[in-house]
């Protein structure tokens, strides 16, 4: 048995611990080191791994940090040459023996956000990095769209009740724009007022489960009508493919 608690850094980021009952501890994404030994100490957990997904500072900024109090930890990361001087390379359909959590953990290729990015799956849970947000995803700053678009999809598809762990808390200003491109879902709104009563309460939104992404992130859902016939409207446009409604849809949400 393990559990995933997160560890709130910086003004949104979640950074997810995996732990069993016999106090190892792996690290998800740990971008701030300070936050995370405080945790562990605390905890009096001992570090065995750290899983990167993707080179960006805020995910690995206390990789070091942790390394240096732990020099022992297994450090994962995308199997590319950003990272092969301090992780061991892992890429899609590797798995991972995971100390922490006594389970084999798989690795999903991702890319999109950045062209290298990767996430980890252990068939209950999904920690997805900078990819897939609640109500939303990332920006492409290296993938296409259409890359993107096939990374989602494998995200999407994963079993209902799937968790979803991503890294930042953007839920409420995803749901804004969603609601905006898919006004008449009723799944949103329902959605939309969950998350207002745990964001009044300070409560994370996240985690969430691919059941709840596939009924109300528009990015899951441009082969839908609602979302098609939105985005078509938007760029005075016809006939877009579900690729295309995905590449215009995000550029909607890039300038929104
Ligand atoms: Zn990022």
Redesign the pocket.
């Known amino acids: 048995m393990y559990q995933v608690v997160k560890i709130p850094a910086f003004s949104d980021n979640y950074i997810w611990a995996i732990h069993n009952n016999e106090g190892k501890c792996a690290i998800v994404d740990p971008g701030d080191g300070d936050v995370v030994m405080s945790f562990l100490q605390i905890q009096q957990f001992e570090l065995t791994e750290i899983l990167i997904t993707?080179h960006?500072s805020?995910?690995i900024g206390g990789v070091k940090l942790l390394q240096s109090h732990f020099p022992n930890c297994k450090i994962y990361g995308p199997d590319t040459s950003r990272f092969n001087s301090f992780a061991q390379g892992v890429k899609q359909g590797d798995v991972i023996n995971l100390e922490a959590s006594d389970t084999c953990i798989e690795v999903i290729e991702v890319p999109g956000?950045?062209i290298d990015h990767i996430a980890y799956f252990d068939s209950a849970n999904v920690f997805v990095?900078?990819t897939l947000f609640s109500a939303g995803c990332?920006r492409l700053?290296e993938g296409s769209a259409e890359q993107m678009l096939v990374s989602l999809k494998k995200i999407s598809r994963l079993a209902p009740s799937t968790n979803i762990y991503c890294?930042h808390e953007y839920t409420a200003s995803n749901i804004q724009f969603a609601k905006t491109v898919d006004p008449s879902n009723q799944d949103l709104i329902a959605y939309e007022s969950i998350v207002k009563d745990l964001r009044k309460n300070d409560f994370a939104t996240i985690p969430t489960t691919v059941e709840v992404q596939n009924k109300i992130n528009p990015f899951l859902r441009c082969d839908s009508l609602p979302v098609k016939h939105a985005v078509e409207k938007q760029f005075s446009t016809k006939d877009l493919d579900e690729k295309n409604c995905f590449a215009n849809l995000r550029r909607w949400k890039d300038s929104f």
């Open positions: 993707h960006h805020d995910h956000h950045t990095g900078d990332g700053f890294a």
